[in-house]
Every structure is written in structure tokens, then in C-alpha cells.
């Protein structure tokens, strides 16, 4: 989609500030270690898609994208910036106090004190004597490895399998458990559909084009969010919405923000209310009802419980009929409106492509389950082109799927040792870390059980950036500086995480070191070496590398490498695939022809273009029955009647969340805060190169408000606002659009922390949106996050805005 309105602006902008070249000053190419003058190119990949590394003078200079990427992301421009970013951890690092007094040190310390140099061997000493320590005192169970986070791509330095498999084979630790992406629609899906749902292959663009008539963005960006992926993005995504742009099929667009993808493909803008989609979903199912104009057979055959949901939708049950009318009140779209679409969405071969911010909220459980209800009225799941996906944003689901081996990762092994108890309790919903922290003993429910929060001790953290990602800053800062005797980071870059650790060891980044990796998740069209493009900077070490020498000192290093380099399990990873490959008549060359092209690809599968996601269980439900309990659809679900749960009912249910603009705090904080991912970043990374002066605005991170809203506080774009509420503070640079709506506000999230001061609620001087976002579940079954609900109230900065410290070292 070469000329599509994003792609041209986005370079436009880019050029005007990087000069088309590299994205760092002339100033840190000096004090970077002198490298051979040698001129190279190197094959690698990692997130933002498969790229060619031009290396000039022995510095990487360039990212040139693979030649038959259809729409390679604007980002990979600030491949050579990441590299060199100033903001690297060129050393392993000691907090000054944890270096004197051990984990012993005053630990309100943290993010306030120095840190120390030390060589690689007192670091790795201190790091294995520390786990040593926790593990002889208090045990396993106090030791914390979640690590959750989008560390680059690489089936060897995968830093979280890395370190689980490290402490398994010293007796286990405390995992994490979902993640922050879908944890509300991967806990509730299974039960309704039998299967997570929004990690499966969506039914094909291919389909959608020859068949679809109405296509409805609910929730989701697919021009912004499928330029990564989990594995190194295939684009895929980008050639569908070009063609769909190109074929006249109707596109609505549900969402609070008129999006990229909206726009073009002109799609009709529908600004619901934030959080609200399960009212507007029951208003539209209310209508197919009492119309008549819903798949009777469908209902009949497909799903089961359709009746006992029914006295909720007809009000039956507590008086209050789900109409459109109920609906437009809580939605603020006309009930007309909310007819219309129903009508037209029954009336049409429709797909309803779904995004995830929507389940990233409180009672985020019920989004999904509210949709699946209702493309189940509407009566077109497993025919092609009809339906709903929860993928089509992600990953670029939709494309075609390869005939090809998986590729597997270094596995994160078997426990080993008595020391942790035979039982399922030890792993946390990620999103509940800073309450695992806070409240040890604590018992919480999940999925059906009653769990209890162990007391943790040490924290290691290899490849996530908890001081970004996690929701209410002040909190987490809170249990950081409370509860942990000791915390270990690893990472590339002095994140405000690294800075607020008492030991930081300093990851090499993919350009690196070497690695291999399939590309495409869905596509899996190709397995790639990542090839080493310069010389790890400073003393950084690859994770791999880092782990076996800890795992050495902890009496292990030949089980954890099983006596190979990274090198040897490139090769011994590229070998199994084969086996895979060959026992399929895959066709896969010699090891040596491979690394030397750098990529095998793998053609489609024969019927690929055909795909239709339910296309078996909607021919023959008997033969081809779904994994939940009844083989059927659940709309009601008598497992999850048998938690009885308030905060999920056993059928979709509009519940108010804790904060939406219908709540009584709305009068104190009339803005609904969404936190959507940003267009030119993946979460917090890349924010520290000179490619975040593409969209900042006053050098903050941009918050976008209606000008309806902008005006009645004296607000112009460009202006520094400062956003708040009763949980935190933070400064941002204020763009005025009427593409948002109405009481919304666009704060992206992954804006660098910058505490302006060591108090209980500091200002961020930067724009870090989780200053203000609450730390509750989204209800007793998946507690997941819930990002999306929080309001605040915003107002223009007066004075002079304080310099920005966050792209700061602490050294
Ligand atoms: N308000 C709000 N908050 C959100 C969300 C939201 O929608 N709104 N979304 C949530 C979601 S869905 C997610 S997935 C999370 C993302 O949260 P994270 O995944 O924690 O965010 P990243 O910024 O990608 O952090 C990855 C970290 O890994 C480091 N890293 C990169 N490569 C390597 C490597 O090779 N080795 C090591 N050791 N480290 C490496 C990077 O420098 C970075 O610090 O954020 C969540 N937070
Ligand atoms: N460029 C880029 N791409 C990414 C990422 C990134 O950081 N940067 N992160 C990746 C990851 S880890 C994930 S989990 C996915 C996230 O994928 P998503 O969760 O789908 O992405 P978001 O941008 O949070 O939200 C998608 C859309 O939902 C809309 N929305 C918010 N609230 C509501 C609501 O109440 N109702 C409706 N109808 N719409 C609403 C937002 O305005 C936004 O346009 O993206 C992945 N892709
Ligand atoms: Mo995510």
C-alpha cells in the first residue's frame, strides 16, 4: 500500500528531520569504541519486519527493507538511532547504596541514588549470590520472574524463556501468567468459543474481498497496529486494506477516534462513547430481536443459551428492555443510529474486525462475548467473507498461511528440584504485579479459583519495561520502593525501570548478536537468521550470554546451554525445523546453502486464499464440534455461572465501569482517558531516538482533545497541558482535532517516565499516560488490565514547562 495517506505523510515527516539517514548526532557516533572502516550489508529482522542493515565505516547506518515488503514501516528508519541511542547502559551498574550495604540498602532509595560501575564479573557474582540468598532464606516462591514484555524477536535470546528456564533448573520461581494485550478476551474466549480466539489466523483477506459487503472496524487500526508483530511482521495486512480501499465495499468505524484506517478507507465514522460498546452491541441485538431479523437457525444450531440471555436483553429479568433507545442514552449514538446499523449489519455479508483496547478496560470480558452474541444474531460465523475476528489488527492475521515447519525457541525447560511445591498457584496475572507487591497473603480470584499472593523478595526483569507498561505509576513506584529486597533489569537502555533497579545489566540489542526466527506468525512465510550487524557497543552482552554465565555460577551452565553457542543452536533450532520439514516433503536446503541466503521462504498452502475461520464447525457442528463444554457457542455459560462472580455474569452484560463519562466522578474529571498504541513507536520503544521529534509536540508526547473540549479551557495545539487526577500528573503537548470525540482524550501510551521530583506523585514532565491509569483487574475471571478506564482533567500549563530529564542517564 505504497500510497496510502499514512505511508506518504509519514515519510514526508521523517525525512524533514532525520535527512532520510541515520537518527543520531555526529556527537555519539564519536564516543562510540572505534570499529573497523569496513562497508556491509547484513539480513536481519526483528519486530517492524524483515530489513537489510547498511553498515558504513563499520557503523550501522541504515535499514533498508526487505524488497518485497508491500509496506514497510516508517519506524525501521530508527533502527541505527536505537543502536546508537544515548540513552544505552554501556556497563553492568550497581545502585550505590546496594553496593555498600547489599539488600540491606535503603530501598526508598531507588530512582533517586547513583549508580556504580562494576566489572561483568562482580555483577554476575552479586546477581547469582542474590538468588542464592532469596532461594536459601525464604525459597523459590519469592523470587519474582514475570518479566513480561516485548524484548525483540530471536528463538534463542528470548530473555523471559531464558530466565524461567534458568530458574527452573534451580528449583522455580513466580511467573506471569496472560498478558497485557488480551488478558480479558484469552481468559472468558475459551469459554465461549473453546479457544483463545484472538491469537487465531483470521479468515482470509482473499474471502473478505470476493464475499464481504460491509466490513466494521470495531475498536480496531489495522494500518497502525500490523506494522510489528510478534514474530517480525509480514505486511500482509497492508496489501488487504489497499485492495478493500480499491473495491468500494462499505467500511463503518466504531471508535471514539476517527483512525488512520478510517480515513482511508473512508469509512463512516460512528464516535461511540468510550467503553460503552456492550450497550451499543445490546441495543443492536435488541433490535435484530424484536424485529425478527435474527438467524433463528443459527441461534438453534450454533450456540446454546440464547433463551437465558434473552430475559437480560428483553429486560425480562430486571425490567429493563437492552432497546435502542437504553442503548443511545449510555452510548450518545442516536437509537436511530443504533437501528440502522443493526438492520444493515443482519442485511449484508458482514465481518466484524475487532481490536483489543476495547477488552483493555474493566469489565473487558464482556466486549468480546457481547460480539460473538451478536454475530451469532446476525448468523454468518464460518461463511466466507461473514462473521467477526479478533485479529485482523494484529500480526496481520488474515494473510496466508504457509505450508511450514514451526521453528522453535530455546524451551524454558523442565523444574528441577523439590523446592517448589507440586502445585498451580505460581504463576500471577501479569497486570496484578504492583498488587502481588503490595499485599503478600493477599488471596484473589481467577478463573474459577482462589489464589494467594506470595511474598516476593527479588525481582529480575529481562526485556519488559514494568515503569511503562504497568497502569497507576505511583503505585508501582510505591511497591518497588517497598517491598523487593533486591531487583535486577536487564536491558539495552536506561528505561525508568533500569533507573529505578538496584543492579542493571546491560543487554546487547538483535543488531547485535546473532539469532534466528520464522517471520510472519500467522504467515510463517519465512525462517530468517538474524544476522549480526556490528559488534556488541560498550560491554553489552546478549542475553543468551548473560544467563549461561549466571546459570554457571549457579552449578548449572552446561544444562542450561547444553554445551551450545549461539551460534550451534542457530544451527541445531534451523536443523529440527528441517526434520519437521522433510517428514513433509516441506522443501528446506542444507543448513550452509540457508545461512548463506540468510532466509528460506515457504509457498502458501494450496487452499490458503480460501481459509474461513468456523468454515468446519458451520458445516457439521456434530462432527466438527468447538472446545467448549456444550461443542456449541456459549452465550450462556454455566462454568462461569459456577464462579459467581459479580464482576462477570455467566451472559454478556453492560456493567459501569469504576470510570466512564456516565459516572458521578465524571463532574470532578469530565475526560475519558484512552491509551491506544502509538502509530510511530512499539510501546515505549524507539521513544529514545531522534525519531520521536516526528510527532512530539513542545518535546512532549502528544495528547490529541476535541476542540470543543480544547476551547473551554483556553487550549490550542502546541500548547503544554498538564492531564491529572487523584492518581497522578503529567505533562503532554496538546493537539486539537476533531477526530477524536467529544470528551475523549488520546494519550498514547509507551511515553518515556520522567518524575520531575522524589515525591508521592511527582509531575511527569514528559508524558507517561500511566501516571493516570487505575490498577484494578478487569473483574475476578481474567484480571486482566484495564487501561481504558480512567478519566481526568486537563489544563494549560502556565509557566515555563521543566526541561525533559527522561533520555537522561543516571551516571
Ligand atoms: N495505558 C496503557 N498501558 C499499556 C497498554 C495500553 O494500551 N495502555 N498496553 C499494554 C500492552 S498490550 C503491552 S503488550 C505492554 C507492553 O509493555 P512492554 O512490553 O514492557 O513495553 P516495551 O516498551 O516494548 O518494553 C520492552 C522492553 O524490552 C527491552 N528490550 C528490547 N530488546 C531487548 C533485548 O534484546 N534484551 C533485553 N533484555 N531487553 C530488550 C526494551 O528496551 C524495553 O525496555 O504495555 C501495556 N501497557
Ligand atoms: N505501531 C504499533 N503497533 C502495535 C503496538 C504498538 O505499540 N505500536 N503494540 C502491539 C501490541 S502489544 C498490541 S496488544 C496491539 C494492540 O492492539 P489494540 O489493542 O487493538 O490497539 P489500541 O491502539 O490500543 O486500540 C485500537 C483502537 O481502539 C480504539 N478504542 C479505544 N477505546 C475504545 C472504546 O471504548 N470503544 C471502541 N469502539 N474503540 C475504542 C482506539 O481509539 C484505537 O483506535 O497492537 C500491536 N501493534
Ligand atoms: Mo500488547
Given at each position: 500500500m505504497s500510497d496510502s495517506k499514512l505511508s506518504r505523510r509519514d515519510f514526508v515527516k521523517l525525512s524533514a528531520v532525520t535527512g532520510g539517514g541515520a537518527a543520531l548526532s555526529t556527537s555519539s557516533l564519536q564516543r562510540i569504541a572505534p570499529f573497523a572502516r569496513q562497508n556491509y550489508t547484513r539480513l536481519t529482522a526483528n519486530h517492524w519486519g524483515v530489513f537489510t542493515a547498511e553498515v558504513k565505516n563499520g557503523k550501522f547506518v541504515r535499514a533498508v527493507p526487505f524488497a518485497r515488503d508491500v509496506q514497510p514501516s516508517a519506524m525501521l528508519q530508527a533502527m541505527p538511532g536505537r543502536a546508537y541511542s544515548e540513552t544505552r547502559v554501556r556497563y553492568p551498574?550497581?545502585?550505590?547504596?546496594?553496593?555498600?550495604?547489599?539488600?540491606?540498602?535503603?530501598?526508598?532509595?531507588?530512582?533517586?541514588?547513583?549508580?556504580?560501575?562494576?566489572?561483568?564479573d562482580q555483577a554476575l557474582d552479586l546477581v547469582a549470590s542474590e538468588i542464592k540468598r532469596v532461594k536459601a532464606g525464604t525459597g523459590n516462591k519469592s523470587i519474582f520472574t514475570g518479566s513480561y514484555g516485548w524484548h525483540d524477536t530471536g528463538a534463542i535470546n528470548n530473555p523471559r524463556t531464558?530466565?524461567?528456564?534458568?530458574?527452573?533448573?534451580?528449583?522455580?520461581?513466580?511467573?506471569?501468567?496472560?498478558?497485557?494485550?488480551?488478558?480479558?478476551?484469552?481468559?472468558?474466549?475459551?469459554?465461549?468459543?473453546?479457544?483463545?480466539?484472538?491469537?487465531?489466523?483470521q479468515t482470509s483477506w482473499d474471502s473478505i474481498l470476493a464475499n464481504t459487503k460491509l466490513v466494521v472496524l470495531w475498536g480496531a487500526d489495522l494500518l497502525k497496529t500490523n506494522q510489528i508483530g510478534w514474530a517480525p511482521a509480514d505486511h500482509y495486512a497492508y496489501e488487504g486494506v489497499s485492495r478493500l480501499r480499491k473495491s468500494g465495499i462499505e467500511v463503518i468505524c466504531i471508535n471514539p477516534l476517527r483512525t488512520e484506517t478510517a480515513k482511508t478507507l473512508k469509512a463512516e465514522w460512528v464516535a461511540v462513547r468510550p467503553q460503552t460498546d456492550v450497550a451499543l452491541m445490546l441495543g443492536m441485538a435488541h433490535t435484530l430481536y424484536q424485529q425478527g431479523k435474527y438467524s433463528k437457525d443459527f441461534i438453534e444450531n450454533y450456540t446454546v443459551g440464547f433463551d437465558q440471555f434473552l430475559g437480560y436483553l428483553t429486560g425480562k429479568t430486571d425490567g429493563v428492555p437492552k432497546n435502542a433507545e437504553w442503548a443511545a442514552k449510555i452510548t450518545d449514538i442516536p437509537a436511530k443510529?443504533?437501528?440502522?446499523?443493526?438492520?444493515?449489519?443482519?442485511?449484508?455479508?458482514?465481518?466484524?474486525?475487532?481490536?483489543?483496547?476495547?477488552?483493555?478496560?474493566?469489565?473487558?470480558?464482556?466486549?468480546?462475548?457481547?460480539?460473538?452474541?451478536?454475530?451469532?444474531?446476525?448468523?454468518?460465523i464460518g461463511l466466507p467473507g461473514g462473521g467477526f475476528g479478533l485479529s485482523y489488527h494484529y500480526d496481520n492475521g488474515g494473510s496466508l498461511t504457509a505450508k511450514a515447519p514451526a521453528l522453535s525457541g530455546i524451551s524454558s525447560g523442565e523444574l528441577v528440584g523439590a523446592a517448589w511445591p507440586a502445585q498451580d498457584t505460581k504463576n500471577i496475572p501479569v497486570a496484578r504485579a504492583a498488587e502481588m507487591l503490595l499485599n503478600p497473603g493477599a488471596t484473589f480470584n481467577y478463573n474459577g479459583k482462589a489464589y494467594t499472593y506470595p511474598d516476593i523478595h527479588l525481582v529480575y526483569w529481562a526485556g519488559g519495561n514494568p515503569m511503562h507498561h504497568h497502569y497507576?505509576?505511583?503505585?508501582?513506584?510505591?511497591?518497588?520502593?517497598?517491598?523487593?529486597?533486591?531487583?535486577?533489569?536487564?536491558?539495552?537502555?536506561?528505561?525508568?525501570?533500569?533507573?529505578?533497579?538496584?543492579?542493571?545489566?546491560?543487554?546487547?540489542?538483535?543488531?547485535?548478536?546473532?539469532?534466528?526466527?520464522?517471520?510472519?506468525?500467522?504467515?510463517?512465510?519465512?525462517?530468517?537468521?538474524?544476522?549480526?550487524?556490528?559488534?556488541?557497543?560498550?560491554?553489552s552482552k546478549s542475553d543468551y550470554w548473560i544467563f549461561s554465565e549466571i546459570s554457571k555460577r549457579l552449578g548449572f551452565g552446561k544444562e542450561f546451554t547444553e554445551g551450545r553457542s549461539e551460534a550451534q543452536w542457530v544451527e541445531?533450532?534451523?536443523?529440527?525445523?528441517?526434520k519437521q520439514a522433510d517428514a513433509q516433503k516441506i522443501p528446506m536446503p542444507?543448513?550452509?546453502?540457508?545461512?548463506?541466503?540468510?532466509?528460506?521462504?515457504?509457498?502458501?498452502?494450496?487452499?490458503?486464499?480460501?481459509?474461513?475461520?468456523?468454515?468446519?464447525?458451520?458445516?457439521?457442528?456434530?462432527?466438527?464440534?468447538?472446545?467448549?463444554?456444550?461443542?456449541?457457542?456459549?452465550?450462556?455459560?454455566?462454568?462461569?455461572?459456577?464462579?459467581?462472580?459479580?464482576?462477570?455474569?455467566?451472559?454478556?452484560?453492560?456493567?459501569?465501569?469504576?470510570?466512564?463519562?456516565?459516572?458521578?466522578?465524571?463532574?470532578?474529571?469530565?475526560?475519558?482517558?484512552?491509551?491506544?498504541?502509538?502509530?510511530?513507536?512499539?510501546?515505549?520503544?524507539?521513544?529514545?531516538?531522534?525519531?520521536?521529534?516526528?510527532?512530539?509536540?513542545?518535546?512532549?508526547?502528544?495528547?490529541?482533545?476535541?476542540?470543543?473540549?480544547?476551547?473551554?479551557?483556553?487550549?490550542?495545539?502546541g500548547d503544554v497541558v498538564r492531564v491529572f487526577n487523584d492518581?497522578?500528573?503529567?505533562?503532554?503537548?496538546?493537539?486539537?482535532?476533531?477526530?477524536?470525540?467529544?470528551?475523549?482524550?488520546?494519550?498514547?501510551?509507551?511515553?518515556?517516565?520522567?518524575?520531575?521530583?522524589?515525591?508521592?506523585?511527582?509531575?511527569?514532565?514528559?508524558?507517561?499516560?500511566?501516571?493516570?491509569?487505575?490498577?484494578?483487574?478487569?473483574?475476578?475471571?481474567?484480571?486482566?488490565?484495564?487501561?481504558?478506564?480512567?478519566?481526568?482533567?486537563?489544563?494549560?500549563?502556565?509557566?515555563?514547562?521543566?526541561?525533559?530529564?527522561?533520555?537522561n542517564n543516571p551516571v
Open positions: 551498574m550497581v545502585r550505590a547504596s546496594f553496593l555498600k550495604n547489599g539488600h540491606k540498602a535503603d530501598r526508598s532509595l531507588r530512582g533517586k541514588e547513583k549508580f556504580v560501575r562494576v566489572s561483568w531464558l530466565l524461567t528456564r534458568m530458574m527452573k533448573k534451580y528449583g522455580g520461581s513466580v511467573g506471569g501468567l496472560g498478558d497485557y494485550s488480551t488478558a480479558a478476551s484469552q481468559v472468558i474466549m475459551p469459554h465461549v468459543l473453546g479457544t483463545l480466539e484472538v491469537y487465531e489466523q443510529k443504533i437501528t440502522e446499523l443493526a438492520l444493515k449489519m443482519a442485511d449484508k455479508r458482514t465481518m466484524l474486525m475487532s481490536g483489543w483496547a476495547v477488552q483493555r478496560a474493566q469489565h473487558g470480558e464482556q466486549v468480546h462475548w457481547m460480539l460473538v452474541t451478536l454475530a451469532s444474531m446476525i448468523g454468518q497507576d505509576r505511583n503505585r508501582v513506584v510505591k511497591a518497588w520502593r517497598s517491598k523487593p529486597e533486591t531487583i535486577i533489569i536487564q536491558d539495552p537502555f536506561w528505561t525508568a525501570t533500569a533507573k529505578m533497579a538496584d543492579i542493571v545489566l546491560p543487554a546487547s540489542t538483535t543488531f547485535e548478536r546473532e539469532d534466528i526466527t520464522q517471520v510472519g506468525s500467522y504467515s510463517q512465510k519465512m525462517i530468517l537468521v538474524m544476522q549480526k550487524v556490528i559488534d556488541p557497543l560498550y560491554e541445531f533450532l534451523y536443523n529440527d525445523a528441517k542444507p543448513f550452509d546453502e540457508f545461512s548463506k541466503k540468510g532466509y528460506v521462504e515457504f509457498a502458501p498452502e494450496a487452499d490458503a486464499k480460501n481459509f474461513v475461520r468456523f468454515a468446519d464447525f458451520r458445516k457439521d457442528p456434530e462432527a466438527n464440534p468447538l472446545g467448549t463444554p456444550s461443542g456449541k457457542i456459549e452465550i450462556y455459560s454455566q462454568t462461569i455461572e459456577g464462579f459467581h462472580y459479580a464482576s462477570c455474569p455467566p451472559h454478556p452484560t453492560w456493567m459501569e465501569p469504576a470510570e466512564w463519562l456516565g459516572a458521578a466522578k465524571a463532574e470532578q474529571y469530565p475526560l475519558q482517558l484512552l491509551s491506544p498504541h502509538p502509530a510511530h513507536r512499539l510501546h515505549s520503544q524507539l521513544d529514545n531516538t531522534a525519531f520521536r521529534q516526528t510527532y512530539e509536540v513542545a518535546g512532549r508526547e502528544p495528547i490529541t482533545l476535541h476542540p470543543a473540549d480544547a476551547s473551554a479551557r483556553g487550549i490550542k495545539s492518581r497522578g500528573q503529567a505533562l503532554a503537548g496538546a493537539v486539537v482535532s476533531d477526530e477524536v470525540r467529544r470528551g475523549a482524550v488520546v494519550f498514547h501510551e509507551g511515553g518515556w517516565y520522567d518524575p520531575a521530583d522524589h515525591s508521592d506523585n511527582p509531575l511527569c514532565k514528559h508524558g507517561d499516560v500511566n501516571t493516570l491509569t487505575l490498577d484494578i483487574g478487569t473483574s475476578d475471571l481474567a484480571q486482566g488490565g484495564s487501561a481504558n478506564t480512567a478519566l481526568v482533567q486537563l489544563e494549560r500549563y502556565k509557566g515555563t514547562p521543566p526541561a525533559v530529564t527522561a533520555f
